[in-house]
């Protein structure tokens, strides 16, 4: 899983890290949890530390299948078409999870929840328009201690009991994640190996509205279904190739914290990308994805989530030998 933290609660040992580019080293950048565990791996470990193995073989992983599907692994090729054909429709199924006392989330707040997310990803907080929007197609309240108390505990067996729907449904569930971790998501490569923990969870003070300062604008969920639809965080491998592998996301040393007005970690060009959604700033710092997350999120979409996505059609135009150009937003 991949989770969101509160960067208000770091020590500030921690906060201090940001220092010179050249004295920060991929592994001294953070012990919180920032990174995602695919599934079946040891769930008594830190539950997010994705290391750069990983993020290279998930990239891996979806260039060959667009290629396989497309004949050509370029996401601008495979873009053109698909954005003809109109937006990415996602249902949701929003599973709020109560100890009966807290945690009630009304229907309505879930459809605030939902308004949150396609005013993100709409692009009318600021950002790019990824094409993607999203319906409310079900509402349910569990009442079970265990699960809300520790949802990350009992992930399998709650997500086994509730989870509806297949590869391209958004299985929402809010619980009591914790006031650090925020949330926590699957990335749409692991599917194909665990359908039945295929989803994403937020702690329900997260939700627009909710009790955590800073927090409260419903942007934890924005973020975790970023992962949910392919994204990693902007300051994926730090200063180090291929970042997160966006090419119009500029390279980050760390994570951002609260809302500065603007950073520069890294001797690549460009700015940290502190606004983006996919960072960890604060609720009132985000506001925008990017053309180039955009594209990554389509092409994911395309790859693992598309529904008879195995009958796809190659793009005009393209051929096996497309190979060579790799994934067109890779740096």
């Known amino acids: 899983m991949n989770g969101r933290v509160r960067t208000d609660s770091w020590p500030i040992s921690l906060l201090s890290a940001v220092q010179p580019v050249q004295t920060v080293r991929p592994a001294q950048l953070v012990q919180a949890p920032l990174w995602g565990r695919p599934p079946g791996r040891d769930e008594t470990r830190d539950p997010d530390d994705l290391d750069r193995a990983q993020t290279l073989s998930m990239l891996d992983d979806l260039r060959r299948t667009l290629t396989g599907l497309f004949g050509t692994a370029d996401e601008r090729v495979i873009d053109t078409p698909r954005r003809r054909a109109g937006r990415i429709r996602v249902p949701v199924r929003f599973h ?55 949802p990350q505990r009992h992930e399998r067996a709650m997500k086994g009991r509730l989870r509806r729907g297949g590869r391209g449904t958004l299985n929402l569930f809010s619980a009591a994640v914790g006031s650090d971790v925020l949330g926590f998501s699957t990335f749409p490569q692991w599917y194909r190996r665990a359908p039945g923990k295929d989803g994403v969870v937020v702690d329900h003070r997260s939700l627009r509205g909710g009790a955590f300062e800073h927090y409260d604008r419903g942007y934890t969920a924005v973020h975790e279904i970023g992962h949910w639809l392919g994204l990693f965080h902007t300051f994926e491998n730090g200063c180090q190739a291929p970042g997160d592998a966006v090419a119009d996301t500029p390279y980050e040393a760390v994570p951002t914290e609260g809302c500065p007005g603007s950073r520069d970690t890294c001797p690549q060009s460009g700015a940290d990308p502190v606004h983006n ?27 693992f989530r598309a529904p008879g996505r195995g009958s796809a059609r190659r793009p005009e135009g393209a051929s096996r030998h497309d190979l060579s150009v790799g994934l067109g937003s890779l740096r």
């Open 277 to 303: 959604f996919m960072n960890y700033g604060w609720d009132d710092c985000m506001r925008e994805f990017t053309p180039g997350q955009g594209r990554r999120i389509r092409a994911a979409w395309a790859a």
């Open 96 to 150: 709020a999870i109560t100890d009966g006392r807290r945690g009630r989330v009304s229907r309505a707040a879930a459809r605030r929840q939902i308004a949150t997310l396609n005013a993100a990803y709409g692009g009318r907080t600021g950002g790019a328009d990824t094409g993607v929007s999203f319906r409310l197609v079900s509402f349910e309240v569990t009442r079970n201690r265990a699960w809300f108390r520790q």
